[in-house]
């Protein structure tokens, strides 16, 4: 069984900053790519950012320079720094794993999501 506990949510004002934590543990062999997703009340949820094992990162547009994710290999942990936060980057945010259990088998889990609200 795989478990992704996540913390650091929060209420944040416009331009502040908040930072997210994820971590994985379980039956967990390897894992390869980790990032974060959001969800806002009416939206589609959508790609934050990702990081590769081997560090390699993406964002979306719009938290290009604002948001940093980052990892640690030896903690199962993916951790996602947000600066400059504005009102609209308001959602719920999600992490995601994708790994390969000790039993076998590949699959991209999900963290149960934390509440992240930028208001003044």
């Known amino acids: 069984q795989v478990r992704l506990v996540e913390s650091g949510g929060g209420l944040v004002q416009p331009g502040g900053s908040l930072g997210l934590s994820c971590a994985a543990s379980g039956s967990i062999f390897i894992i390869y790519a980790m990032g974060w997703y959001r969800q806002a009340p009416g939206k589609q949820r959508e790609l934050v950012a990702t990081i590769t094992s081997g560090g390699i990162t993406t964002y979306a547009d719009s938290v290009k320079g604002r948001f940093t994710i980052s990892r640690d290999n030896t903690k199962n942990t993916v951790a996602l720094q947000m600066n400059t936060v504005k009102p609209e980057d308001t959602a719920v945010y999600y992490c995601?794993?994708?790994?390969?259990?000790?039993?076998?088998?590949?699959?991209?889990?999900w963290g149960q999501g934390t509440q992240v609200t930028v208001s003044s």
């Open positions: 995601n794993v994708d790994l390969t259990r000790l039993e076998g088998g590949r699959n991209v889990y």
